[in-house]
């Protein structure tokens, strides 16, 4: 206990711990404020994208009835032309609407989708594939009958939809890099310093130097992602109050299906947590093989980034069990579930840790003094 407190003490009181926070919380309010500053980007986006299915159905058209002039007994194109014709309207129908009129506005985007998808079941060539044509509609639908506002993905200051983005910063790229910056040198520093050589000469078990390097770098990770949490939530504050059952579209067994945004995030931080805390055990042991802040980085690095590729080429849903590198980036994990579920490598990461943990007690056990 005393050595743990020591070691979290070495570690809350630095430096280092400050200018990350102050780094995590200005990234926060930058990222707020970029929102903020987009906000009529996102109206002018959707108008070009209306703008850009407008002008190939206009083109089509023209197409239509040029043809129809030269063959007017031509019965396809002409249950083309008029399936068209019928999408066009809609479509100027779409662009009159205000995008915070939703509620005209989805049922008749979805009206235009239904008759995309006739138009291509017919033979017709449209810029919209099917795949992209079910996922509007059953997202629109999803809204409509859950009564909750479309937000943007990148640009939104809802407050559920803002934490979503921040969280998919952080478990996708940010905490494992945070990590490294925060506990990276936790051991090499010791041995870089000479420092280990007096911890030696201490009456303490040398194994209860790796658990409370071990335990105190997991609750300095913890206390970073509440502090990210937080900092992310009062200056949502800021924004719209949004709705926390805000849909998000997973892949299941090859169907569209929707979990709530607080479980999406849930999971999410679930993963890249275990994740974490397996890195922090990697790093130890590497720290006590390398003895050197950089060999200890570069060799944990070019472990991940081997777990990732490993995980990246190796799709079948069974070996997700045995795959301790998977959530590294986890987005897809957490968005594409066929034939897998959500939470399959936690076991087998749970495993790793805890061999690696052991690893790097009895490598300090039987270590001497240089």
């Given at each position: 206990?005393?050595?743990?407190?020591?070691?979290?003490?070495?570690?809350?009181?630095s430096?280092?711990?400050?200018?990350?926070?102050?780094f995590?919380?200005?990234?926060?309010?930058?990222?707020?404020?970029?929102?903020?500053?987009?906000?009529?980007?996102i109206?002018?986006?959707?108008n070009e994208?209306?703008?850009g299915?407008?002008?190939k159905?206009?083109?089509?058209n023209?197409m239509?009835?040029?043809?129809?002039e030269?063959?007017?007994?031509?019965?396809?194109?002409?249950?083309?032309?008029?399936i068209?014709?019928s999408?066009?309207?809609?479509?100027y129908?779409v662009?009159e609407?205000?995008?915070?009129?939703?509620?005209?506005?989805?049922?008749?985007?979805?009206?235009f989708?239904?008759?995309?998808?006739?138009?291509?079941?017919?033979?017709?060539?449209?810029?919209?594939?099917?795949?992209e044509?079910?996922?509007?509609?059953?997202?629109?639908h999803?809204?409509l009958?859950?009564?909750?506002?479309?937000?943007?993905a990148?640009y939104?200051?809802?407050?559920p939809?803002?934490?979503?983005?921040?969280?998919?910063l952080?478990?996708n790229?940010g905490?494992?890099?945070i990590?490294?910056?925060?506990?990276?040198?936790?051991m090499?520093?010791?041995?870089?310093?000479?420092s280990?050589?007096?911890?030696y000469?201490?009456?303490?078990?040398?194994?209860?130097?790796?658990?409370?390097?071990?335990?105190s770098?997991?609750?300095?990770?913890?206390?970073?992602?509440?502090?990210?949490?937080?900092a992310?939530?009062?200056?949502g504050?800021?924004?719209?109050?949004g709705?926390?059952?805000?849909?998000?579209?997973?892949e299941?067994?090859?169907?569209?299906?929707f979990i709530?945004?607080?479980?999406y995030?849930g999971?999410?931080?679930?993963?890249?947590?275990?994740t974490s805390?397996m890195?922090?055990a990697?790093?130890l042991?590497y720290?006590?093989?390398?003895?050197?802040?950089l060999?200890?980085?570069?060799?944990?690095?070019?472990t991940?980034v081997?777990?990732?590729g490993?995980?990246?080429?190796?799709?079948?849903?069974f070996?997700?069990?045995?795959?301790?590198?998977?959530?590294?980036?986890?987005?897809?994990?957490?968005?594409?579930?066929?034939g897998a579920?959500?939470y399959?490598?936690i076991?087998?990461?749970?495993?790793?840790?805890i061999?690696?943990?052991?690893i790097?007690?009895k490598?300090?056990?039987?270590?001497?003094i240089?």
């Amino acid at each position: 206990m005393m050595q743990f407190a020591f070691e979290l003490k070495k570690i809350l009181f630095s430096k280092k711990l400050l200018y990350v926070y102050l780094f995590i919380i200005l990234g926060v309010v930058l990222l707020f404020v970029r929102n903020v500053t987009f906000q009529p980007y996102i109206e002018k986006e959707e108008n070009e994208r209306i703008g850009g299915l407008i002008e190939k159905s206009q083109s089509l058209n023209r197409m239509y009835t040029a043809a129809l002039e030269n063959n007017p007994e031509d019965e396809e194109m002409d249950k083309l032309r008029l399936i068209n014709s019928s999408m066009l309207a809609k479509l100027y129908e779409v662009r009159e609407i205000k995008s915070d009129k939703w509620k005209n506005r989805l049922p008749i985007e979805n009206a235009f989708l239904k008759e995309a998808l006739h138009f291509k079941e017919e033979g017709g060539d449209y810029d919209l594939p099917v795949g992209e044509i079910n996922k509007m509609l059953a997202m629109n639908h999803k809204h409509l009958s859950e009564n909750i506002k479309p937000r943007h993905a990148t640009y939104s200051i809802a407050l559920p939809n803002f934490l979503k983005l921040v969280v998919d910063l952080f478990m996708n790229f940010g905490a494992i890099i945070i990590l490294v910056i925060l506990v990276g040198e936790i051991m090499t520093s010791e041995f870089e310093t000479h420092s280990i050589n007096f911890l030696y000469t201490q009456p303490v078990n040398k194994g209860n130097i790796i658990t409370g390097k071990f335990f105190s770098s997991i609750l300095v990770y913890f206390l970073t992602a509440i502090v990210l949490i937080v900092a992310t939530a009062l200056v949502g504050l800021f924004g719209f109050k949004g709705k926390y059952k805000y849909p998000i579209m997973i892949e299941k067994n090859g169907e569209i299906d929707f979990i709530t945004i607080v479980d999406y995030m849930g999971q999410g931080l679930t993963v890249i947590s275990i994740t974490s805390i397996m890195v922090i055990a990697l790093l130890l042991v590497y720290s006590l093989l390398f003895k050197h802040t950089l060999a200890t980085i570069f060799a944990l690095l070019a472990t991940l980034v081997a777990g990732y590729g490993l995980s990246a080429f190796i799709k079948t849903p069974f070996l997700f069990w045995f795959n301790p590198f998977q959530y590294l980036l986890p987005e897809e994990r957490l968005l594409v579930r066929n034939g897998a579920d959500w939470y399959q490598g936690i076991p087998v990461i749970l495993l790793v840790t805890i061999v690696l943990f052991l690893i790097a007690r009895k490598k300090i056990e039987t270590s001497r003094i240089n």
